[in-house]
């Protein structure tokens, strides 16, 4: 069974650092595209950053220049380094992976539990 199991949340105070971590663990075959989600309070879920297994990157607006994603398919792990942290960047954060269980199965989208990121003074 694939775990997606999450970690760096906490408390940071305007302009300070974080890094999230995403590991996937379990009997998989191919770990494809991962990302990082995140939900604030009253909104809706959005995605903030995107990476291939090739490494190719993608990222909403309001994070570019500040969040970069990163990966290591050894480890099959996700990593998300945020910087330059904002108040609006408070919410929860979701890893999502696309992950293939065996030669010739289906690709199956999973997510994390969440981790915690509040950005205050």
């Known amino acids: 069974q694939v775990q997606l199991v999450e970690s760096g949340g906490g408390l940071v105070q305007p302009g300070g650092s974080l890094r999230l971590s995403c590991a996937a663990s379990?009997?998989?075959?191919?770990?494809?595209?991962m990302a990082w989600f995140r939900q604030a309070p009253g909104k809706q879920r959005e995605m903030v950053a995107t990476i291939t297994s090739g490494g190719s990157t993608d990222y909403t607006d309001s994070v570019k220049g500040r969040f970069t994603i990163s990966r290591d398919n050894a480890k099959n792990t996700v990593y998300l380094q945020m910087n330059s942290l904002k108040p609006e960047d408070t919410a929860v954060y979701y890893c999502d992976a696309f992950i293939i269980w065996s030669l010739g199965g289906r690709e199956v989208e999973h997510w994390g539990q969440g981790t915690r990121v509040t950005v205050s003074s």
């Open positions: 379990g009997s998989i075959f191919s770990l494809n595209t």
